[in-house]
């Protein structure tokens, strides 16, 4: 067994996500705790606490954190670095807190396609290790997406994040289908297993795709009514409509400035899977990276260049 | 003074409001209630209470009602009328109550564009007003617009109702600006007064309208932590991009077969407004009528033809 060489730590608005790493970033053991907004005035008792059993069996060890951790609602704010950026700016840019045992990542900014602001937190260290376990990623431009809560969509120019953009996709979803009467499937399981009823969603949007989301969105209700759908049906077939939609229009916006092939999505399988399918009809083929491995793997390359840094 | 003759009722999910009319329809008093849902299992008891003072001055009056009262949460369940459907089949479609006292007003069913199932529970009988409040709609093909929690968009053909679709743009609204961190406007007043913000919307979406309402959706949320957005602007911002993204879809389902024009809006006058705003931008005239007297219009339409039939 190899030896504990640092904490990476992912830590969301909801949830944070512990890991005890090799020098590689290979996990040895992992926990997980309250994310940023319930750790409030209290980042460093969580840490302290879910990493005592590691510190004491393995002695002091730094940690590297990435997420809502470096955001105002986090332990410390660790600004936005703006785009473009090279992976090692990441790193050079980490706040240091607790005498230098912990870093946190910045997130990135940029004005995007729309000439809008736009964020992330937490996806550029999953770009990073990406790029790492990817090799082909290192040349050309290429086009990464990080499907969630708020989908990103990320060009990569020869190993530097060019840009990128965002669609709320996850979270139009979570709020339709919790607290809208399109699915009326409240308080049950959200199963989004009914995959005929996906695929008729992807389907159903590609074929009017002008601005048409809206007007395909009732039908979630309206099959129900007319018994064409379940409940669970029309909850798959929303998530259909949306990934169509972010899909279909993402491509749009970035037609004709990506030339390396496949797309690179990053996140949990269940959810790149689905992107895959919507890629796919459009005609576009797609890589899949864990977002977990990409996380942990983007974690170890800043905590190796921190550790390179201090002795430089 | 006219003499009172019968009583109108816009008996939604969530509000009843209740109209004494004379025969042409002209409200002499009106009075509100509890909606459709909180009304179950005592829905007389609900209408003879609100129109007891009206009963007493005035003798027995016969009560016409649309909305969800006529639906499967309603009094009593009045089939959805398919399309394309004559204004005049609507009364003699109605489902009649206590002893032929109380007239329940059925909805309208169609095929959609979209081979969907589409339905309608109230508008029918705002459509039928409009075509009795604007003579212009009673020859060519038309397409009316009623914009609200879920918007519907008719194609009328020489006064018939031919098919319709529905987009719930009105509940996307609501929903995001609720519960999602898109807006953060939780607990306040709904202001969406930033007309600016709203306009900027409107023509947001419409510089990049193939299927990118998602991305644009997402600004709400980064021009705020960008310090370019209060929370009202974004709201208002919400706002616009639904409304063009709505309107421009619509636009696109309908193209080539709508010859008419102005296009007619139905609805509170701060919405048909905001829908009339959009509709210029895509270079299309519109007329609006207010929702409140379409409906009583329909309703003494229909009053005055079950009246007709009792007699003939």
Redesign the interface.
Known sequence: MSTASFIAGDWGTSNLRLFLCNTEGVALDSTSGPGAAESHGRFANVLNSLAAGWQERHGPLKAVLCGMVGSTIGWVEAPYLPCPAKPDQLADACKSLEGGRVHIVPGLSCRNR?N????MRGEETQILGALELTEALAQGRHLLCLPGT?TKWAAVDDGLIQEF?????G??FA??N?????VRNHGGAHDRSDSAAFREGLA??N?????????????C???Q??G?FTAPAAEAYLSGL?IA??T???L??MEGSITAKPITLIGSPELTQRYASALSLNGCESHQVDGSAAALAGLAQIHRRIAEGSHS
């Not at 809008?116 to 964020?119: H, I, L, S, T």
């Not at 919790?178 to 399109?182: G, M, T």
């Open positions: 729309f809008a602001p736009d964020v708020h953009f965002s669609a709320p996709t979270e139009v709020v339709l919790e607290h809208s009467v399109l159903g949007f074929g009017f795709p002008q601005g048409q989301l809206l007007h395909r969105l009732f039908e209700r309206a099959r009514l007319a064409e949306l939609s972010d279909y229009g993402a749009r916006i």
